[in-house]
């Protein structure tokens, strides 16, 4: 009986790892439109390779009437582009990439649009990069 009990113990303790939960981030904008706050949110499931862009939530600085704040919830599954000792990177290679540094929790985010030359009916390629100021929290705020 104490082998049963010592063995069942014993894989409990081992196996606390098996169960860990994904990190939630919260990463704010660090140049937001002006009278803004904006945060957008990940889960990040490191052990399972799972990472998910959960939304953007933006409020405004001031507000006459009840709340101005803007949710949109997102659930959107990013693949990994590379996972290197300092950086992880999620999402679409070079069109719609979050590339996270793993010291400060500081975000990249790079992507691209097409825009109109006039009205000729021709385009071309606009690159942007956005950047944000990571933490870890515990729950969603919406």
């Known amino acids: 009986m104490k082998k049963l009990f010592l063995t069942i113990l014993l ?3 081992l196996s606390g790892g098996a169960y860990a939960k994904p990190i939630l981030l919260s990463c704010l904008d660090n140049d937001p439109d002006p009278g803004t706050i ?3 949110y990940f889960s990040l499931d490191l052990e399972n390779k799972k990472y998910t862009y959960l939304g953007m939530l933006v409020k405004t600085k001031e507000c006459a009437l009840g709340d101005c704040s803007k949710v949109t919830e997102a659930n959107r599954n990013l693949p990994l582009i590379y996972d290197e000792p300092g950086y992880i990177s999620i999402g679409t290679e070079d069109k719609d990439q979050y590339t ?3 010291q400060d929790l500081s975000l990249t985010w790079a992507s691209y649009y097409m825009e109109e030359i006039g009205t000729s009916n021709t385009f071309k390629k606009v690159e942007t990069i956005y950047y944000y100021s990571c ?3 515990n729950k969603l705020p919406y």
Do not use: A, P
């Open 11 to 13: 894989t409990l303790v």
């Open 38 to 40: 904006s945060n957008d």
């Open 100 to 102: 996270f540094n793993k």
């Open 135 to 137: 933490s870890k929290i």
